[in-house]
């Protein structure tokens, strides 16, 4: 017999076909769920967690944003993680924590609804079927949300429908992702991960001010890259600079380094996988797996 799946709900383990939630819940009514997706990996000394007291900071982080009170520490999330993907005899695989109004009442107040926590791991490989070759992407018309309308740094499932809209009208007219711009038209990120661009061996990259969740996988492959010796700049981009750019690649958790080869049907640099982008991704790699002892503070060991 297949073992079933095991959750983390509310500080207990339950099972996949024991896991239910009212039709009416208030987060699937109102998009008001709020969420993390965290990696692990597996590496010569078993599975380890990429990152994890960082994403688990910013999903409390959103908590408190959005004033839901989680009911657990920090601390006890944290072993959550660890434990479901223990549990699950999982050695990689995509963490998804999320917290919910657990409310079957129609209207969209808040106050004093009762919020759930569970933390999921499924097996997951590649996000992008495409991310050996390179996506071709397509500049949204829908920009990018901003602080003014809805809290860009918190991770928020409602934030996620400017995604959906967005890669809807990628796909729709033949691209694989799409990329967004703020309502100024600069460059802000891809649907679900961070953008960087390289020019004359610079990587260049959307910063604090941009309208961008500011990724903890942007983060590491700053620091990573500036290590490598390469010039990192944070700044406003310009829409034309994707055309021009000598290449360009997303990062993100899901994403991992994914190359962009054509933007709006413009061919980026060669239209093939670039070099420093390869660089990138085989180092990025190496750490996450396990196999450069300088960044293991980054890793979370299950034994
Ligand atoms: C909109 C958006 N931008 C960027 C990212 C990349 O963030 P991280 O590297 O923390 O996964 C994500 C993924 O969580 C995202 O959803």
């Known amino acids: 017999m297949v073992e079933e799946r095991k959750y983390w709900l509310n500080g207990q383990f339950i099972s996949e076909s024991m896991a239910k939630v009212p039709i009416l819940t208030h987060s699937l009514q109102y998009g008001s769920g709020i969420f993390e997706g965290i990696r692990a990996y597996e ?57 919910f109004y657990d409310d079957d009442h129609v209207g969209v107040g808040t106050t004093g609804k009762k919020v759930s926590t569970f933390i999921a791991a499924i097996p997951f490989g590649k996000y992008f079927s495409e991310a050996d070759k390179g996506l071709r ?43 967004l711009t703020d309502r100024n038209g600069y460059v802000a990120e891809g649907p679900g991960e961070n953008i960087m661009l390289v020019k004359n061996g610079e990587i260049i990259t959307p910063g604090r001010e941009s309208s961008i969740l500011l990724g903890i996988t942007r983060f590491s492959i700053l620091k990573m890259a500036r290590d490598m010796g390469f010039e990192v700049v944070e700044r406003l ?43 990138i991704r085989s180092a990025y790699f190496d750490i996450v797996q396990g196999r450069n002892p300088a960044y293991e503070s980054w890793l979370t060991y299950l034994n």
């Open 43 to 99: 590496t010569p000394k078993g599975p380890a967690i990429f990152r994890l007291r960082d994403h688990m900071k910013r999903f409390v982080d959103t908590a408190k944003i959005y004033r839901m009170n989680l009911g657990f520490t920090l601390e006890e999330l944290e072993n959550g993680v660890r434990e479901v993907v223990k549990i699950n005899n999982l050695k990689s695989c995509y963490i998804r924590p999320f917290a």
């Open 137 to 179: 992407c397509k500049v949204s018309s829908w920009h990018r949300i901003d602080s003014t309308i809805l809290p860009i740094q918190a991770k928020a499932s409602g934030n996620y429908l400017n995604s959906v809209i967005a890669m809807h009208d990628a796909h729709e007219s033949g691209y694989d992702e799409a990329i």
């Open 237 to 279: 981009i310009h829409r034309e600079e994707l055309y021009t750019a000598d290449e360009i690649f997303f990062v993100g958790t899901a994403a991992e380094v994914t190359p962009v080869t054509n933007v709006d049907g413009i061919e980026i640099g060669s239209g093939s996988v670039g070099e420093i982008t390869s660089k």
